[in-house]
């Protein structure tokens, strides 16, 4: 136990009309959204590393938060791992997601590193056991320290794919261990900065022959929860070959991956590859490799990935209601990769910036399933698209050529007149529910 979070209640749901900042007004996880609780269509959980390993820096200064596990030995890292347990309690959050490098102290070779990470690994196996909080998903940081600073899977130097192929192998058993429901594979370094020392057919074909390799695993120890990217277009490298939803299903096509690997979208990710969160969660839904989401948002008026906690209630409602379209999750969830401010140096601001943010998304889950309940906006859908629930349409797709539709054209005297797309209409209609 720490005394980190001391005088910090655990949070409870109030209701809309609590003034008490330490409760959720609108987060019931026990309250029951199209047939299915609450905490179940969300499946919050909170990230080791914003969390509890951030230190507070931004791209023009280093550290501003002090935290008493802020050091490099095992010690430091139990204490972590006391605090970060006392912080999921005191939320009610059924999971939490980590990377290694964030649990355990860098070793003085690879050997002494993986001594640490499966001691801590077994430390937080042994809080889990008098917990209710979850694994969601395990990875590996492979970006951080300077070895990875050409990539990892993609690295020009072999023994850098070997000494990352070796950690993910760590992080897959270790998340196998403690029962993680996912393995995500960020590949923050992944890309390249100038094609005039990239050789880019060879670094993409290391990535492929990587994540065939974690799939072969996954079912050589019997993980039964989902491999998933996140994509991400840049930043920190220039072009990032995981650029967006759309790129990775073309990559997972070419190395026959499409059935096993899902993806992992990130809010703040989704809007610097110039598309929206919802579009990137629809694209992944009709391709079938929607898994999971990061839940952000990033500051419009700033160049890079901020990873502020969500409050824009109908910017939410839009992505929760495509993940409703798509049928919910299943082994995925909201996790929360955000974090506080770097002037925001209390405990308690840690803990309020995640009861903000679950009271966003609640309130956005529930206006987005009101929405869907209603029918309005599918029906509208439905009828913008039904001429080609036709049997002559059908046909035209299933066995039409163009020397047939062209003869069609000139025997019935088509005329085709344009149709009311209806936008704001129905831009009207989603503003009545969020």
Not at 248 to 277: M, P, R, T, W
Not at 410 to 433: A, H, K, T, V
Request: hydrophobic share 40%; charged share 25%.
């Amino acid at each position: 136990m720490t005394d980190f979070f001391d005088g910090i209640p655990a949070i409870c749901h109030e209701g809309p009309e609590s003034d008490n900042e330490f409760a959720f007004r609108h987060y019931n996880p026990d309250e029951m959204v199209m047939g299915r609780r609450m905490e179940d269509h969300l499946r919050f959980a909170a990230a080791w590393w914003h969390s509890f390993a951030w230190p507070g820096g931004d791209p023009f200064g280093g550290q501003t938060l002090d935290r008493p596990w802020f050091g490099d030995t095992m010690d430091h890292a139990r204490i972590k791992a006391d605090a970060a347990f006392e912080m999921f309690a005191i939320l009610g959050v059924p999971f939490f997601c980590f990377h290694d490098a964030d649990i355990r102290p860098e070793g003085r070779s690879f050997a002494e590193s993986l001594r640490n990470f499966e001691e801590i690994v077994d430390y937080i196996g042994r809080k889990m056991e008098t917990q209710r909080t979850r694994l969601l998903w395990g990875t590996a940081n492979l970006f951080s320290h300077r070895r990875f600073m050409a990539g990892a899977a993609t690295n020009p130097d072999p023994d850098v794919f070997a000494w990352s192929a070796a950690t993910v192998k760590a992080c897959m058993d270790a998340t196998h261990r403690l029962g993680g429901q996912n393995y995500v594979l960020w590949g923050g370094r992944e890309g390249y900065e100038t094609l005039l020392n990239t050789d880019l057919g060879r670094e993409r074909r290391q990535a492929g022959r990587f994540l065939q390799m974690v799939v072969d695993h996954k079912h050589r120890i019997g993980f039964q929860g989902t491999i998933l990217i996140e994509p991400k277009p840049q930043e920190p490298s220039k072009h990032q070959y995981d650029y967006d939803v759309a790129t990775v299903y073309g990559f997972l096509k070419d190395f026959g991956l499409e059935h096993e690997v899902k993806v992992n979208i990130e809010q703040g990710h989704a809007i610097l590859a110039g598309h929206s969160f919802e579009h990137e969660i629809a694209l992944a839904a009709s391709l079938g490799i929607f898994g999971s989401i990061d839940m952000n948002r990033n500051d419009y008026q700033s160049g890079w990935d901020t990873d502020q906690f969500p409050d824009s209630v109908p910017e939410m409602a839009r992505a929760y209601y495509e993940i409703l379209r798509a049928g919910g999750f299943a082994t995925g969830g909201t996790n929360f990769d955000a974090k506080i401010r770097r002037q925001s140096l209390d405990p308690a601001d840690l803990i309020l910036a995640h009861v903000g943010a679950m009271d966003v998304c609640a309130r956005a889950l529930k206006a987005a399933a009101a929405l869907f309940r209603d029918g309005a906006l599918e029906r509208a859908r439905a009828e913008r698209y039904a001429g080609w629930e036709t049997p002559a349409a059908k046909a035209m797709l299933d066995t039409g050529t163009l020397e047939s539709i062209s003869a069609s054209v000139l025997s019935r005297g088509i005329d085709p007149q344009p149709r009311s797309g209806r936008q704001e209409r129905l831009e009207n209609l989603w503003n009545r529910f969020a």
